[in-house]
């Protein structure tokens, strides 16, 4: 146990939460506020970059991010409702601040704002940290929120900046302006550390804060921990607590190191009910559902010889639409979601989940298994009685494995030809193999990114030609990627609230039939912290773990 740091953290944290058993044992009722002044949580993972124009869609680093920069909008703690943020005024066509044709967008920035580094807010910083997150266009970054749809931006004065789109857009406030990757930077801050240079990171900025949010960046120790500090010159409220977000414990660290009370938040899932729920001082947060359903990607685009020597499928396995159908209706979705969800989640046909706009109630679901038409999907493509074996690649030790060995458990048990071979591998291993391009794998399960509008998830996740259409070669396989495309680019530019709501109930029936993934669930929200935690507020459009820190005291 003494060979490495986390392992030592792991022994300590056992041991106390044992010393807590028998003073609770004696006759004590009550627990003094552990590590007053500091809000800790136990995150998952570690950041890769703090960089806003380098950070992946969904890596550790936005939850950072999001605590010490800030953007011009912002998602409330109440739901998707856009609240100003480096802007005054959230722009609308009544306010006069979007144009008539829906084209060009007008920001009021706020006066008085101070970095970090003290320089002071003006239009030319929120120009240039748009600007330079396109000229960095970094292939893990994610400049096309920007660049995929911004033609110009533009400073009119010292406090007004403004945008000019590609063309009309029902997205932009709530899913280009609230990104991640639009915070904005200290122009002063990164021009005095190696600037911005095309297609290479700033090593200063990755490492390194230079915002105006509510909390500045005090430390980051690798492998341990990252310690903010509260902004004492924030143009806002200001956070109540200093935080250290502990990095990279595991499931029952994190549960022990709750109900000890070493940690006031923790990175939870449904799987962490049965261990916490009910424990004294600890608090469990449940309702409503997150908005990134849990998903097995098909891969329509696989480089020939790079299966593993297991796999026995052809290359285009899945072009054939009966077998993806066959697959949906295989998976045991009682056994995950009543299983490693503990109850919490529900079934939603593709991705476009329950609670964003246009999602259809009446739209058709794979949401019980039905053997009976698997079979029949598998007998009329012809391996029902030949078989097949096939690898699924995912993280090890959390809801993703677990949904692939529900996914093995159900094809295994329906017909003992056919083989699922559950490849969980550190994180590492899977985020390395998850971004190649090809992917070198036939099946792989992760989540969703979180957004608050349609148009990123038909877009990303269903587009024959958007992210994961081009990798995974989606028009090899749908029956009519044309008209896929169609409804997607269109409902993106439907200011119809209407046309634009019937487009996606069109889309769901279409990918019904046409299904390029398989989703388990949509899991549902789950969040453990010390009850001495005052003002919790969870918001899932906020980056996992999904809290602002500056809304906790304790």
């Known amino acids: 146990l003494f060979r490495s740091g986390r392992s030592m953290q792991k022994l300590l944290i056992i041991t106390q939460t044992i010393l807590l058993g028998i003073f609770l044992s004696v006759g004590a009722q009550a627990q003094a506020v552990k590590n007053p002044g500091i809000l800790v949580h136990a995150a998952d993972d570690e950041a890769t970059t703090l960089d806003p124009a380098q950070v992946e869609a969904g890596e550790g680093g936005e939850t950072v991010i999001l605590q010490v920069y800030d953007r011009l909008l912002e998602f409330g703690p109440s739901g998707p409702q856009l609240i100003p943020g480096l802007a005054s005024t959230v722009p609308t066509i009544a306010n006069g601040m979007i144009s008539e044709d829906g084209m060009t967008y007008t920001f009021k920035i706020r006066e008085g704002v101070v970095f970090h580094d003290g320089t002071d807010l003006t239009a030319d910083d929120v120009k240039f940290s748009w600007d330079r997150i396109v000229e960095m266009d970094l292939p893990e970054g994610q400049a096309g929120v920007i660049a995929d749809i911004v033609t110009d931006t533009k400073v009119i004065d010292d406090y007004t900046f403004q945008v000019t789109l590609s ?47 509510p909390y500045k960046l005090k ?87 790079s299966l593993p020597k297991e796999d026995t499928i052809p290359t285009d396995f899945f072009h054939d639409p009966r077998i993806r159908q066959a697959f949906n209706y295989a998976f045991d979705y009682d056994a995950f979601l009543y299983g490693p969800l503990a109850g919490f989640g529900q079934f939603n046909p593709h991705y476009l989940p329950i609670g964003i706009f246009g999602h259809d109630a009446d739209a058709p679901v794979y949401g019980a298994q039905d053997k009976a038409k698997a079979e029949a999907l598998f007998r009329e493509a012809g391996y029902w009685d030949k078989g ?45 193999a998850h971004a190649q391009n090809p ?28 992210e994961w259409g081009e990798v995974h070669g989606f028009a090899n396989g749908y029956r009519n990627p044309e008209k896929i495309a169609e409804l997607i680019d269109g409902a993106s530019i439907e200011l119809d609230v209407d046309k634009r709501a019937a487009m996606y109930s069109e889309l769901q029936r279409l990918l019904f039939d046409d299904p390029m993934w398989l989703i388990t669930a949509q899991e549902g929200v789950t969040m453990a912290y010390r009850s001495w935690v005052k003002g919790f507020q969870m918001n899932p459009l906020w980056p996992r773990p999904s809290l602002r820190f500056a809304y906790l005291d304790k």
Do not use: C
């Not at 021009?191 to 804060?209: D, K, L």
């Not at 500090?229 to 250290?244: C, F």
């Not at 947060?285 to 359903?293: K, M, R, S």
């Not at 038909?458 to 587009?463: G, P």
């Open 219 to 305: 430390a980051w120790n690798r492998g341990e921990n990252i310690l903010l500090d509260i902004n004492e010159n924030y143009w806002g409220e200001n956070a109540k607590l200093a935080a250290r977000i502990e990095i990279g414990a595991e499931p029952d660290v994190r549960v022990l190191g709750l109900r000890a009370g070493n940690y006031d938040t923790i990175e939870t899932d449904p799987s962490f009910v049965a261990d916490i729920e009910g424990a004294d001082g600890v608090t469990l947060h449940t309702g409503g559902l997150l908005l990134e359903p849990i998903h097995v990607g098909f891969n329509l685009n696989i480089p020939e010889g």
């Open 439 to 466: 992917i070198e794998y036939a099946m792989w399960v992760k989540n969703a990114d979180p957004f608050a509008d349609p148009h990123p998830y038909m877009s990303a996740y269903q587009h024959p030609d958007g």
């Open 167 to 213: 063309g009309p857009s029902a997205s932009f406030l709530n899913s280009t302006v609230v990104s991640m990757a639009a915070s904005i930077v200290s122009q002063d801050a990164v021009m005095a550390n190696g600037g911005v240079v095309a297609g290479e990171p700033n090593e200063y900025m990755a490492q390194n804060v230079a915002g105006t949010g």
């Open 388 to 432: 097949f074996s096939v690898s699924v690649i995912t993280e090890e030790s959390n809801l993703f494995a677990d949904a692939a060995l529900v996914l093995k458990d159900s094809m295994e048990g329906m017909n003992p030809n056919f083989r699922i071979n559950v490849l969980a591998v550190a994180e590492a291993v899977f985020d390395e």
